[in-house]
C-alpha cells in the first residue's frame, strides 16, 4: 500500500510587484460558525474580466489558514491573467473540524458566491472549482455532491445552490475505503494518519443531545462516513466535467486514487480528462506549466 506522507504540497512562486497589480483584492467573510468568521479572499482582474468565478479551495492536509491563502494569490494568477474572477476559500480546519466540516464549509462559499453573485460582476451559472491534494479532495466532494438546498432555511444562502459547473484538481485522495489498494480502509489506519498529522481530519464525531457534547462515532459509522466522503461513491451521471492531472511516482496520495474515479466517471458517462505526469510525486516545480489545461477546461465549460 502508498504511504500517507504529507498532503499540503503545492507549487508556489514568488509573487511579483508587477503581478500584484493585474488584478483588486478583497477579503469577504462567508460565514460564521462558533463565534468564528469563515473568510475567503476574492482576486478580481482588473482588465478583460470574463465575469466567471474560479474557487480555488486554500487546503493542504485538510487545514487551511489566511497565510496560505496569501500564498495562493500566486497560484490564482493564471486564472486571473484570463479573466478569471478567483476567490480563495478558507474553510475550517484539522485539528478541530474533521472532513464533513470542510465540505460543508466550501458548500456554503459556493452559495454565498452564487447569492452576491450580480454584486461580485460574475455568472451565477458559471462557478468552477479548483484544488490540490486535500484541497482537490474538497473540490470534488462539493462538485460530485447532490445538490440538496434547504428551501424552509430563515438564511437566504441556504436557500441557493451549491452546484460547480466545472472542476480541474490535481492528485486528490477520493476513496478512504481503498486507499492504494481494494479493502484498505485509510480512516482506521491510525498510525500512518497520525504521523502523517491528519489523523483529526478523520476524527469524526456527533452530537450527543442529552449529554451536550460531541462523541466519537462506532466503527460502523465511521465506515459509513469515510464512504460518503469518498468523492468516487458520489459519481453520477449529472455530474460537472471533471480533469485531473496526477504524478505517476506520487507516494503520498497513490495514482490509484485519480484511475478508480476516472474508471468510474467514464461509467458513468462523466466528462473527463485524466493527465498523467510522468516521474512526478506529490506536486512539482513546473506544476504552473500543467495548470494551464486546468486554463483551457474552464474556457471550454464556463460558457
Same mark, same amino acid.
Given at each position: ?12 512562486? +514568488?509573487?511579483?510587484?508587477? $503581478? ?5 483584492? %478583497? ?17 478580481? +482582474? ?14 493542504? %492536509? @485538510? ?25 480563495? /476559500? ?10 464533513? $466540516? ?9 452559495r454565498f458566491i452564487r ?26 466532494? *462539493? ?22 459547473q466545472a472542476a480541474a ?7 478512504f475505503l481503498n486507499w ?11 498510525? &500512518? ?13 456527533? @452530537? ?22 469518498? +468523492? /468516487? ?7 460537472? &466535467? ?11 496520495? +497513490?495514482? #490509484? #486514487? ?11 458517462? /462523466?466528462?473527463? #480528462? ?20 486546468? *486554463?483551457? @477546461? ?6
Amino acid at each position: 500500500m502508498a504511504s500517507l506522507l504529507l498532503i499540503a504540497f503545492f507549487y508556489l512562486g +514568488p509573487l511579483t510587484a508587477q $503581478d500584484s497589480l493585474n488584478f483588486t483584492k %478583497n477579503e469577504i467573510i462567508y460565514g460564521r460558525k462558533d463565534g468564528m468568521a469563515l473568510t475567503m479572499i476574492m482576486l478580481t +482582474p482588473k482588465t478583460n474580466p470574463k465575469g466567471k468565478a474560479i474557487i480555488s479551495v486554500v487546503s493542504g %492536509n @485538510w487545514i487551511s489558514s489566511f497565510t496560505n491563502a496569501e500564498r495562493f494569490i500566486n497560484r490564482a494568477k493564471i486564472y486571473i491573467n484570463s479573466g478569471y474572477t478567483v476567490f480563495a /476559500v478558507i474553510h475550517g480546519s484539522q485539528p478541530r473540524y474533521s472532513i464533513p $466540516d470542510e465540505v460543508a464549509d466550501i458548500k456554503r462559499a459556493v452559495r454565498f458566491i452564487r447569492h452576491n453573485a450580480s454584486s461580485y460582476g460574475i455568472d451565477a451559472g458559471n462557478i468552477g472549482i479548483t484544488g490540490s491534494s486535500s484541497g482537490g479532495h474538497l473540490s470534488l466532494m *462539493v462538485a460530485l455532491s447532490d445538490d440538496k438546498i434547504d428551501s424552509t432555511s430563515r438564511d437566504p444562502i441556504n436557500r441557493v445552490s451549491a452546484r460547480i459547473q466545472a472542476a480541474a484538481v490535481f492528485y486528490p485522495p477520493t476513496d478512504f475505503l481503498n486507499w492504494g489498494q481494494a479493502n484498505s480502509d485509510l480512516s482506521k489506519l491510525q498510525r &500512518p494518519l497520525a504521523s502523517s498529522g491528519v489523523a483529526s481530519a478523520f476524527d469524526f464525531k456527533e @452530537w450527543n443531545d442529552t449529554l451536550k457534547i460531541y462523541q466519537q462515532v462506532n466503527t460502523q459509522q465511521r465506515l459509513e462516513t469515510a464512504r460518503n466522503f469518498s +468523492p /468516487v461513491y458520489a459519481v453520477t451521471p449529472d455530474d460537472p &466535467p471533471v480533469i485531473i492531472i496526477h504524478g505517476d511516482a506520487d507516494r503520498t496520495v +497513490p495514482i #490509484q #486514487q485519480s484511475e478508480i474515479i476516472i474508471k468510474k466517471m467514464k461509467d458513468s458517462k /462523466v466528462t473527463n #480528462q485524466f493527465i498523467i505526469k510522468k516521474d512526478a510525486g506529490h506536486g512539482w516545480l513546473t506544476q504552473h506549466e500543467e495548470e494551464k489545461n486546468f *486554463v483551457i @477546461w474552464f474556457d471550454k465549460y464556463l460558457k
